[in-house]
């Protein structure tokens, strides 16, 4: 039986459709149209009571938020597709650091700018332009803890590739494409390579050639 992925439009569920991907799990996706209120409906309030996305239904369990989901998938699959959390309980240990850092320290300034720049016109909010400037302040602060580490290794937990890294792609994505920021990726040459390297996966390109959102 497929996995059921709600909400493939948006952001934070592509976070599980990459990781679905490169494991080789099978899965259908179901549409949430969050501007239609759709998430505050009373079936999807069963399933998740926070009436955000992404929810995962696999057969009868059912789970939510994204970077639980991906964590699930990637232990449950750990000898299928690529092996996103490392082959020792040590590298273990710096994949969960950095995907931490990525839901602690990268996720709110850049969630803030995305809120804001890409998603404020659809929801009437008036442009600050001191706002903009704060969040940006505090994601380049994060950018460039992320340019000493990747001089030191290829991805963010050593080198290989894993659920750290994965989990940055669809944030960075508005970065680099709607908003227009794609500079503070570009002028970090450690974060650059980088981001080259994780966009360019076969299973990121899937994603954003299916389920493209406001890219």
């Not at 931490?100 to 969630?111: G, K, N, R, T």
Request: with cysteine.
């Amino acid at each position: 039986m497929a996995v059921k992925v709600y909400g493939p439009d948006y952001a934070s569920p592509k976070r599980v459709l990459v990781c679905l991907i490169e494991k080789g799990v099978e899965f259908e996706t179901v549409p949430i149209d969050l501007f239609k209120g759709e998430h505050k409906a009373p079936e999807f309030l069963k399933l998740q009571p926070f009436g955000s996305v992404p929810v995962i239904q696999d057969g009868d369990y059912t789970l939510f938020e994204s970077r639980a989901i991906i964590r699930y998938y990637a232990e449950k699959y750990k000898h299928q597709g690529t092996d996103l959390l490392g082959k020792t309980i040590e590298e273990r240990g710096l994949v969960e650091q950095w995907l931490e850092v990525e839901a602690q320290s990268f996720h709110p300034p850049i969630f803030d700018l995305v809120l804001k720049i890409v998603f404020g016109p659809f929801l009437g909010l008036t442009p600050d332009p001191k706002l903009f400037k704060e969040s940006e302040d505090k994601l380049c602060v994060v950018l460039d803890i992320y340019e000493e580490r990747l001089s030191k290794s290829k991805y963010l937990a050593g080198d290989f590739v894993s659920l750290a890294d994965l989990s940055h792609l669809p944030f960075t994505q508005y970065l680099v494409g709607k908003m227009g920021k794609e500079y503070l990726i570009r002028d970090r040459k450690n974060v650059s390579a980088w981001w080259d390297d994780i966009s360019s996966r076969p299973s990121w390109k899937k994603v954003l050639e299916l389920w493209p959102g406001l890219y």
